[in-house]
């Protein structure tokens, strides 16, 4: 009984020290606020980081406040290269090497189109990216955005072969955020490409670059489809974190200051 009760008292001893542990770190204290920050940008309040969905979840219609630009046509075709005619309503420009191809059915083949699947991630068409240089697509935004999302997926591949997709954002001073990269393996078991990537960023960006890469050929180039550009951007991301920042630094210079809670 006196070795039981030893070991009961370990034991309780360690389960003490793990929950004050776990105490310590949730009420850690950042220059932009105290509480977890499991993404590390020192902002409790933010979750910079990367939701991948494949399949079915990859469908979800995005509501407001989204704008979605879905490269639909009219106005314009297949092979239309696509560069600033969403500037005006969307706020969005692109970079050399965009254009846009039919995805709808068999008939794509009555066209010099590039798309190799039968149905785009939504609509009939979708848009290809191709730079024999390998450089990444510049997505830039009028506006500063909190949040992009968009479908992305190579043009083929082997089946089994790896790719890596990576999403590089940009501060409105162009320095460089927090890059965000994720994997997909290629199949050619399906008519249709369902990859959605959604990146918030916890400062805001005005330019994504997009740049797909495979694992097997390191040094060849990757022709990808892209579709579905969401963004929120202004009023809609709600207050700046910069502007929490300045908020938390000055309720820490007041006399009675109030904790940050993050979540």
């Known amino acids: 009984m006196i070795i039981g009760r030893s070991i009961i008292t370990v034991l309780g001893a360690a389960g003490v020290a793990l929950i004050l542990e776990a105490a310590a770190q949730a009420q850690t204290t950042y220059r932009n606020g105290v509480g977890a920050d499991p993404d590390g940008d020192t902002n ?5 980081g990367l939701t991948v969905s494949i399949g079915d979840a990859a469908e979800a219609a995005f509501d407001p406040p989204f704008r979605v630009i879905t490269f639909e046509a009219p106005p314009g ?3 239309d290269v696509i560069k600033s005619q969403y500037e005006a309503r969307y706020g969005v420009t692109f970079s050399a090497g965009l254009k846009r191809q039919i995805c709808e059915g068999r008939r794509y ?8 699947y039968l149905r785009a991630p939504s609509g009939k068409y979708a848009a290809l990216y191709r730079n ?9 935004f009028t506006k500063p955005v909190c949040v992009a999302a968009l479908a992305i997926y190579p043009t083929g591949g082997a089946e089994g072969q790896r790719y890596r997709i990576t999403l ?3 501060a409105a001073d162009g320095s460089k955020l927090k890059r ?3 994997y997909l393996t290629w199949t050619e078991n399906t008519f249709r490409w369902r990859a959605m990537a959604e990146a918030r960023f916890s400062v805001r960006a005005s330019r994504l670059d997009v740049n797909v890469t495979s694992l097997h050929n390191k040094y060849g180039s990757v022709r990808f489809l892209i579709d579905d550009l969401a963004t929120i951007s202004g009023d809609d991301c709600g207050p700046s974190p910069v502007d929490v920042a300045a908020g938390a630094a000055s309720r820490s210079a007041a006399p009675k200051p109030e904790p940050v809670s993050g979540s």
Request: charged content about 15%.
């Open 109 to 116: 083949f009555r066209y010099d189109s590039q798309c190799t």
């Open 77 to 79: 075709g297949n092979g």
């Open 132 to 140: 024999d240089w390998g450089y990444p697509l510049q997505i830039r």
């Open 168 to 170: 590089q954002p940009y």
């Open 180 to 182: 965000l990269s994720f």
């Open 44 to 48: 409790p309040a933010t979750n910079t």
